[in-house]
C-alpha cells in the first residue's frame, strides 16, 4: 500500500522557468512532510520541510505548498537552474513513526 | 563535522556468497536505518536500530539482518545472497524517528551475480 504517491515519475522544464512537484498522501494523521533531494551518485538531503499546521514553507527559490483538506502538497522550484536537476523525494510522518517515502520525480533542467 | 560513511562504495559478490555492509556516523545519533533504492520505488526501509543491539524490522526485512554492537556503527548482513538482492544500499541516521532529520551515507551499489 503506497501511502505517499508522487507526481509526475519525471519532469523536464527550461532554465529560468517554475518546476512543480506534487505529492499526495492517504493517513490524515501525518503532520509532517519533508522533501529530501538525491543528485546521482549520492545519498538523499533534506531540502526542505512543512508541518501540517502551516499551508506554505519558503526557502529561497524553493516553496511547499500545502492542503490539508485535500490531503496534497507540493513543491515550486522557481527560476529553475540546471544545478537543480536530481530527483526529488516526498515523505511523511507523524509523532515518532517512521518516515514513508514516495517514489520520487526526477526532474531535469535544461539550459 | 556531521557525516555518515558506507563501506565499500560497490561490490560484486556471487549468488549464495554472504555480504557485509558497513556504515559509520560521527554524530552520536540514537536512530540508524537501511534502505535499499531501485528505480521506480523510491526507498525502502529494511531495518531501523533505535540505539546498540535495540533493532527493529522496516518493510522489507527478508533475506536481511542487521547488527549494531556500538552507537556509531551499523552493519546489514546478508545471508547467502540473492540475484533480486542487487541494488543500492544506503545507510542513514537521526536523532529519532519522526520528524528528525535523516543524514544519508553515499551508498553501496551492490551487484549479485
Known amino acids: 500500500q503506497q501511502q505517499v504517491r508522487q507526481s509526475p515519475q519525471s519532469l523536464t522544464v527550461w532554465e529560468g522557468e517554475t518546476a512543480i512537484l506534487n505529492c499526495s498522501y492517504e493517513?490524515?494523521?501525518?503532520?509532517?512532510f519533508p522533501w529530501y533531494q538525491q543528485f546521482p551518485g549520492e545519498g538523499p538531503a533534506l531540502l526542505i520541510s512543512?508541518?501540517?499546521v502551516s499551508d506554505k514553507k519558503e526557502d529561497g527559490r524553493f516553496t511547499i505548498f500545502f492542503n490539508k483538506r485535500e490531503k496534497k502538497l507540493s513543491l515550486h522550484i522557481t527560476d529553475s537552474q540546471p544545478g537543480d536537476s536530481a530527483t526529488y523525494f516526498c515523505?511523511?510522518?507523524?509523532?515518532?513513526?517512521?518516515?514513508?517515502w514516495g517514489s520520487g520525480t526526477k526532474l531535469i533542467i535544461k539550459p | 563535522d556531521m557525516k555518515v560513511t558506507q563501506m565499500p562504495r560497490y561490490l560484486i559478490k556471487r549468488m549464495g556468497e554472504n555480504v557485509l555492509l558497513e556504515c559509520g556516523q560521527d554524530?552520536?545519533?540514537?536512530?540508524m536505518y537501511w534502505y535499499r533504492q531501485d528505480p521506480g520505488l523510491g526507498l525502502q526501509l529494511i531495518y531501523i536500530?533505535?540505539?546498540?543491539?535495540?533493532?527493529s524490522e522496516g518493510d522489507i526485512p527478508k533475506g536481511y539482518r542487521v547488527s549494531r554492537k556500538k552507537r556509531e556503527h551499523f552493519s546489514l548482513i546478508l545471508d547467502s545472497a540473492k540475484t533480486n538482492q542487487t541494488s543500492v544500499y544506503f545507510c542513514?541516521?537521526?536523532?529519532?524517528?519522526?520528524?528528525?532529520?535523516?543524514?544519508f551515507g553515499p551508498g553501496t551499489r551492490l551487484t549479485v551475480l
Open positions: 515523505a511523511a510522518s507523524y509523532s515518532n513513526y517512521q518516515l514513508i
Open positions: 542513514a541516521s537521526s536523532e529519532g524517528q519522526g520528524s528528525y532529520e535523516q543524514y
Open positions: 512543512i508541518r501540517s
Open positions: 536500530s533505535y540505539d546498540v543491539d535495540s533493532n
Open positions: 554524530m552520536s545519533h540514537e536512530t
Open positions: 493517513d490524515s494523521t501525518f503532520n509532517y
